[in-house]
């Protein structure tokens, strides 16, 4: 059974920075795409970046330039660090996997906070 566990979630002044970590437990394809959500008060869920297993990486508008992912399949773990914080930033993250011809997540994590505030 794969498990997906994130930590690293904090309180963070605005401008500050944040590393999320989330660690693969269980089997899972080697050629999964990982990458991490976030869910802000009264909002839909949105997509804030993946890697696929090849290492290629994208990014949701609102964070390009700030967050970096990192990891992968290979390190059954992805990281999310997140630079020049913003209180928009505030939201549930939430780790994900899913096969590379599957279009919705496949397994979850169970969500870290993060807010930013002064």
């Known amino acids: 059974q794969v498990q997906l566990v994130e930590s690293g979630g904090d309180l963070v002044q605005p401008g500050g920075s944040l590393k999320l970590s989330c660690v693969v437990s269980g089997f899972m394809f080697s050629r999964n795409i990982m990458g991490w959500y976030r869910q802000a008060p009264g909002k839909e869920r949105e997509l804030v970046a993946d890697i696929t297993s090849g290492g290629g990486t994208s990014y949701a508008d609102s964070v390009k330039g700030r967050f970096t992912i990192s990891g992968g399949t290979a390190m059954n773990a992805v990281y999310l660090q997140m630079n020049s914080l913003k209180p928009e930033d505030t939201a549930v993250y939430y780790c994900?996997?899913?096969?590379?011809?599957?279009?919705?997540?496949?397994?979850w994590g169970r969500g870290t906070q993060v807010t930013v505030s002064s």
């Open positions: 994900y996997a899913r096969r590379p011809w599957v279009g919705n997540p496949e397994y």
